[in-house]
């Protein structure tokens, strides 16, 4: 069989590559080790931990969101079996929604491991052993990443006792003590699963502040937040050993500015410390695709490698491991393929954590603007004066705004706040449009809305806000 393009790797990169292409008329195929598309993302990701942020965030809301509205119900009773069946049934229904585009697209699939042979050509292995060979006139690597571990530190991940988040989104019972190691997305998105869940949780983190490449001011009022609902953060802390014991695991750290190591247990360890680019198996020594210093696929502007005719995107390139930053290259690549100009900006991309509240950003931090010396101005606004916020008795955090003082162009857009993750985007869409925060603060704002703290910030930001 021969293609345009054959996608190697099915997450939220590699099936909107292939629909993308098919779509521009390309011949496409698809290669998938795991029984089902959707990579990452759907199947052990973005999809999973967000059914079980909500379910969680449902069962916290009932027990303690309630009375304060005059609504007085008995103690929810947690049933994780059900709990569990939905995320299930949600993984489900969104890996079947890949699968029934690539046949609405006429792509064909093959659940196999790819590797690539040569440029050109590339063989699928399926579990029973066989192994076809398939010819095409583009490679596309989407093998995303996988997780990192701790650097430096043997680490038995079983996924019961000491897991990665993929066992996290799986456990059978809330466990008592819940240790995860890393303050970065993974550990505060599914240490607050569990927490909410009944789980004493325990961070330890190397940096001085969670979410390290947030916002300061951002980072140090989530911090506060999370630790007010009770998450014991331990920053300045360098795990150095994760063990099994009879009752479950330890783990060992040392305060970074020294001092003794301190050793803490639990029944549940998560190890949330980053994830590394996933290319075992694939081929690229032999193919000549030359990675980079940190086993990332090289690319150049346009995916290409240093191989012609084959490309690369998604966890496995450089960038922020992203589903949407991936999903972007996919399509920019397959408009490339098509002959036209696929591009993506990556100086708008957001990002959001989804906890509650949400954190979400677009765009430069403060500190970034402070080193890169650009002269800057700062508009914030808190969701204390908005009364949509007081309305729903969500008042915890703020927006702000930067932009460039001479031109009043914004460079960057930070919110902490209920619904954080939804508002980010008219930040994002004034940011690629090139719009100042004069335009965001004329824009008409439906009343009451939560988004009205945006535009408050941004009049704050070229003038004054009305309500503060
Ligand atoms: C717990 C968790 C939560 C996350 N939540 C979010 C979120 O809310 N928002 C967000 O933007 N990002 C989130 N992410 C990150 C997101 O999942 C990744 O950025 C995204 O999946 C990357 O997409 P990708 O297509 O590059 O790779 P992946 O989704 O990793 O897909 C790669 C696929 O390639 C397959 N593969 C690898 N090698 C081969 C081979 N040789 N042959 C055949 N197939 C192969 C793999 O089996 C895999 O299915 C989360 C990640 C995790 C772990
Ligand atoms: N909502 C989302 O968009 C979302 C959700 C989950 C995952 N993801 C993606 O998945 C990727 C991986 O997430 P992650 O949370 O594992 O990585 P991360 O890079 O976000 O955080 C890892 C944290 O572990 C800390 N750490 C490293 N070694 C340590 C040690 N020895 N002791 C203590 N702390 C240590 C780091 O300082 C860092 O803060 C991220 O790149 C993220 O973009 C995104």
Redesign the pocket.
């Known amino acids: 069989m021969s293609y345009d393009v054959i996608v190697?790797?099915?997450?939220?990169?590699?099936?909107v590559c292939a629909i993308k292409a098919a779509q521009l008329g390309l011949k496409v195929a698809v290669?998938?080790?795991?029984a089902t598309?959707?990579?990452?993302?759907?199947?052990?990701?973005?999809i999973?931990?967000?059914a079980l942020l909500h379910a969680s965030e449902m069962f916290h809301h009932a027990a303690h969101g309630m009375d304060s509205l005059g609504i007085e119900v008995s103690a929810p009773v947690l049933n994780l079996e059900k709990m569990m069946a939905h995320k299930d049934a949600t993984i489900k229904s969104n890996v079947e929604g890949v699968s029934f585009l690539f046949k609405k697209n006429k792509i064909d699939g093959f659940i196999?491991?790819?590797?690539i042979v040569a440029a050109g050509k590339v063989s699928?292995t399926a579990e029973d052993g066989q192994v076809q060979e398939l010819d095409t006139k583009n490679i596309v690597i989407?093998?995303?990443?996988?997780?990192a571990g701790i650097p430096g530190v043997n680490v038995d991940i079983d996924e019961k006792v000491i897991v990665s988040?993929?066992g996290?989104?799986d456990l059978t019972k809330v466990p008592q003590n819940l240790i995860v190691v890393g303050g970065g997305?993974?550990g505060l998105?599914?240490g607050s699963v569990w927490m909410r869940l009944g789980a004493k949780v325990t961070v330890i983190e190397y940096l001085d502040k969670l979410l390290g490449a947030m916002d300061a001011d951002v980072s140090k009022q989530f911090q506060r937040m999370i630790a007010k609902q009770g998450m014991d953060i331990r920053t300045e802390a360098k795990v150095t050993a994760v063990e099994k014991t009879e009752a479950g695991a330890k783990v060992t750290y040392e305060p970074v500015k020294g001092g003794e190591a301190v050793t803490v247990e639990a029944d549940v360890v998560l190890i949330s410390t980053g994830?590394k680019p996933?290319?075992?198996?694939?081929g690229l020594e032999g193919a000549g695709v030359a990675l980079d210093n940190r086993g990332r696929v090289e690319i150049d502007h346009g995916f290409k490698t240093n191989v012609a005719g084959i490309y690369a995107?998604?966890?496995?390139v450089k960038g922020?491991?992203?589903?949407?930053?991936?999903e972007d290259e996919?399509v920019a690549l397959a408009e490339i393929l098509a002959g036209q100009h696929g591009h993506v900006n990556y100086d708008v991309i957001p990002?959001?954590v989804?906890t509650q509240p949400e954190v979400a950003s677009v765009g430069k931090t403060e500190e970034e603007l402070k080193a890169a010396g650009v002269n800057y101005k700062v508009g914030k606004f808190p969701f204390t004066a908005n009364g949509r916020a007081r309305a729903m008795q969500v008042t915890d955090g703020f927006v702000k705004i930067l932009a460039d003082k001479e031109t009043d162009r914004v460079l960057g857009g930070h919110i902490v706040g209920f619904g954080a993750g939804e508002m980010i985007h008219e930040i994002t869409v004034l940011m690629e449009f090139g719009g100042s925060s004069e335009d965001l603060g004329r824009t008409c704002h439906a009343h009451p809305t939560m988004s009205e703290a945006v535009k408050e910030a941004a009049l704050a930001t070229f003038a004054k806000p009305i309500h503060m």
């Open positions: 190697i790797g099915s997450g939220p990169g590699g099936y290669i998938e080790k795991r598309y959707g990579g990452t993302c759907l199947n052990v990701g973005c999973p931990s967000k196999g491991t790819g590797k699928v989407a093998t995303g990443s996988d997780v988040s993929t996290a989104l997305v993974i998105e599914l994830r996933y290319t075992e198996g694939l995107i998604g966890d496995v922020p491991m992203l589903a949407h930053k991936a996919g990002g959001v989804y």
